[in-house]
């Protein structure tokens, strides 16, 4: 069975549009997506409209989850104190945005996602399999990637949140992360999934128009619309 694994579109239609043209090429047997769909993009609503009506099943992830609960808040801002002034901008300014943009069904079916996604052999998180809001960098030591993703067993963990996309061969299991379809992190500023084949995982990319995107962040009165295409041009993280 082929199956594609697309993460991180954070409401980047454009982008996911150029990726579904992509899969209809391929035409992997199975879709699935690893949460972080809709906020700190333009599109929420269309966004996650096309996920469903396409029949994608999936994880929920970290910017899922705070649009309808923000009882984490305070642990992420003591976690990461040097991340305070972004978290403040997700919670009090791109999530509400968001979520002003959605309807009550979209946030019901977003909060009835589950946090594993498991077929032959491979399972699917957003982050780690018991947080999602940390997971383990491209650079991570074997050792560490075992103590993450060694618990849910199988021949393969795939995970998102990042927007970094590798694939690392483990003498007991591979683990894959399949980057973002809507804001890559690792400088290359083409939309990225995975592809699967068997227990083959391969990193694919996108090119998408980023001039488009822009237009389409201003057009529909997004906060951070300069910096949210500064971010997608150089495909790198940074705050507004």
């Not at 047997?29 to 599109?43: K, M, Q, Y």
């Not at 943009?101 to 594993?116: G, K, M, N, Q, V």
Request: glycine content about 8%.
């Amino acid at each position: 069975m082929r199956i594609a694994i697309v993460s991180d579109l954070h409401g980047n239609l454009v982008a996911l549009q150029a990726i579904a043209l992509s899969l209809e090429r391929v035409s992997p047997d199975l879709i699935v997506h690893g949460g972080d769909l809709a906020a700190i993009g333009p599109r929420p609503a269309e966004v996650l409209d096309f996920i469903r009506e396409a029949g994608w099943a999936g994880v929920i992830g970290n910017t899922d989850e705070m649009l309808f609960d923000r009882s984490r808040r305070a642990e992420q801002e003591a976690r990461a104190p040097k991340l305070r002034a972004w978290l403040r901008i997700l919670f009090d300014v791109l999530a509400p945005w968001a979520f002003e943009r959605l309807s009550l069904d979209h946030i019901s079916w977003l909060s009835a996602l589950p946090t594993h996604w498991r077929s032959d052999g491979i399972t699917l998180v957003h982050a780690a399999p018991d947080d999602l809001w940390r997971a383990p960098m491209p650079d991570a030591p074997d050792g560490e990637l075992r103590q993450v993703y060694g618990s849910l067993g199988g021949d393969l963990a795939v995970y998102g949140h990042i927007h970094r996309p590798y694939v690392r061969h483990l003498d007991e299991f591979i683990v894959a992360n399949s980057g973002s379809g809507g804001l890559p992190y690792d400088g290359d500023p083409r939309a990225s999934y995975l592809l699967i084949d068997g227990l083959t995982a391969e990193v694919r990319r996108v090119e998408y128009d980023l001039e488009k995107a822009a237009s389409d962040a201003v057009g529909a009165g997004f906060p951070f619309a300069e910096w949210l295409s500064e971010v997608q041009h150089q495909a790198r993280f940074r705050t507004p």
